[in-house]
């Protein structure tokens, strides 16, 4: 069955760095665009990030642009999200998810990263 | 940055319908947008339920349907069931690159 196990999440000071990885199987990911989602703690869903299958020209929202990087490599069916210049306001639990006709098909439990000092 | 509304709150009988709304700040919600409707129980991931506006998932209970109404996405739960207890968060998509949520609406079925 499908599978999105994300990890990487833990506890970094503002201005610091953290990489999120996300374990797909299940599925042809090497086909299907992907995406990161997330949630702050008591709040909505917040749309992050989008990459296609090919891994060429990924799409950010405002509040992490130029801060997050999705990749991901195809060869081991993995996304990755790179974050940089981490703030308070980026603690969340952040989701990966298999995209499906610019909705959201199938979503990970989830990783949390908490920004504090 | 366009904002998507949702009901902060609804309650339903069991057994009975309720509607759901997803409207944005820009105007009326059209299929351009592709609304999209997910299911979220708490400490649990969220699970999809309507896509492209209308759309079902293979597991998505008959009872749930996806329209466009009154220049509103909406999700109509006919018949509730006490699992449907949840919060249900809607998306629309502006571009491929400005996706926005609604802050979601918690749906008690009492």
């Known amino acids: 069955q499908v599978q999105l196990v994300e990890s990487g999440g833990g506890v970094v000071q503002p201005g610091g760095s953290l990489r999120l990885s996300c374990a797909a199987s299940?599925?042809?990911?090497?086909?299907?665009?992907m995406h990161w989602v997330r949630q702050a703690p008591g709040k909505g869903l917040e749309w992050v990030t989008f990459?296609?299958?090919?891994?060429?020209?990924?799409y950010y929202a405002d509040s992490v642009k130029g801060r997050f990087t999705i990749s991901r490599d195809n060869s081991k069916n993995m996304l990755f999200l790179q974050m940089d210049s981490l703030r308070a306001e980026d603690t969340a639990v952040f989701y990966c998810?298999?995209?499906?006709?610019?909705?959201?098909?199938?979503w990970g439990q989830g990783a949390l990263v908490i920004v504090s000092s | 940055q366009a904002v998507v509304t949702q009901e902060p709150s609804l309650t339903v009988s069991p057994g009975g319908t309720v509607t759901l709304t997803c409207g944005s700040s820009t105007g009326a919600v059209t299929s351009g947008h592709h609304a999209y409707w997910c299911q979220q129980k708490p400490g649990q991931a969220p699970r999809t339920l309507i896509y492209?506006?209308?759309n079902k998932h293979s597991w998505t209970p008959a009872r749930f349907s996806g329209f466009l109404l009154g220049g509103k996405a909406a999700l109509i739960l006919s018949g509730a069931q006490p699992e449907d207890e949840a919060d249900y968060f809607c998306l629309l998509s502006y571009s491929v690159d400005r996706r926005v949520f609604g802050g979601g609406t918690k749906l008690t079925v009492l």
């Open positions: 990459v296609r299958s090919d891994g060429k020209n990924p």
């Open positions: 998810a298999k995209d499906l006709v610019w909705g959201l098909e199938y």
């Open positions: 299940g599925f042809s990911f090497s086909t299907s665009n």
């Open positions: 492209d506006t209308s």
